[in-house]
């Protein structure tokens, strides 16, 4: 039986009524339009177009949205701090989103840890990382993860207590989704690896959920492959990479392993999508927060 598709487009349309009436609401009733600020360095084909998708999701909710574009060979961790005060100075903006990667010479701790808690939607400072550190999800859990734990919850996939896998230790991707499916919030028991685990195969098909946060050529098609998958797991491909012009691959090789797993995400199509909606859900909140007002709770 061929797995159950994990549709992210499907997913986040049935949430996108709930944003806009939430984004509604801060306008009709407290006269409060939500404003995003993304920091996009560099010509990346990748960020650029996840930096288009959330500018344009932005837009269609009615927020406003701002790019801030940085030449990469003109950009320095001082230039990058100081248009980061900027943004957090400015009473307008109520997120700042710092889109990654950044040129190798850029601090990009520093960076994350100037972005004022209150606008760190993309949750990659300190004060952020705290929270899910300690299982808690504080202000705000990165949009990623929270993309990711959405799909689980609204496919039914078994959590607590299983064993998960996750590969990649970005600061917004693997890092944080190993922490939080083995934290208090999931309860799984996580294995978390990387280009320097050995025998990655062999883990892998130990997992009951396997997330892929690679994104990166590996020296063949596919990172993840039908026979690293145990028969029924749940397998999330949150790796997005270039293949060619306008054309572009996740880690995992969907058509084989769906003959293999028990649920998949479709890349493009499964985590991108909830990855940008959960940075409007992210966005919202911090324009509660700023009111006074609760986490808003979605249905899914």
Sequence with gaps: MPAIVMDGRAVSELLMPEVRRNAAELRDRYGYVPALAAILVG?????????????????????RSEVVEIEAEKASTESLLATIERLNNDRAITGILLQLPVPAHV???????AIAPEKDVDAVGADAVIGFYRGQWGRFIPCTPRGVLTLLSYYKVPVSGKRAVVIGRSDIAGKPTALILGGRMCNATVTWCHRHTQDLASICREADILV???GANVGRPYLI???MIKPGACVIDVGFRRIGPGRFAGDVDFDAVSRVAGWLTPNPGGTGPMTVIA???NLLDAARYQLGLGRINYSI
Excluded: I, W
């Design 212 to 214: 892929s946060c690679v």
């Design 107 to 113: 601090d990009q701790f520093a960076l994350f840890d």
């Design 225 to 227: 492959t039908a026979d």
């Design 279 to 281: 940075l409007m859900q």
């Design 43 to 63: 010509s990346d084909p990748a960020s650029r177009q996840y930096v288009r998708n959330k500018h344009r999701l932005a837009q269609e909710l009615g927020c």
